[in-house]
């Protein structure tokens, strides 16, 4: 019984040193390799989203940091 709460605290601690690893957010040029459309905006690395082209709504997005 008692080891359990310890290996929490283990978890608790690894998962901290997750989250500093992570990146911050930064400015990237989309574009789409199907129609050609730019778009300039804020990237969130973490995020685990998929980018969608607002004009066609292919989802063959380019990403380039800027
Ligand atoms: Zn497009």
Excluded: H, W
């Amino acid at each position: 019984m008692g080891n359990s709460s310890k290996n929490g605290a283990k978890q608790e601690m690894q998962e901290a040193r997750e989250k500093q690893k992570k990146e911050e957010r930064y400015k990237v040029k989309l574009i789409c390799m199907r129609c050609g459309f730019e778009k300039t905006e804020m990237y969130d690395p973490n995020a685990d989203e998929e980018k969608i082209c607002p004009k066609c709504s292919s989802n063959s997005i380019r990403i380039k940091k800027v």
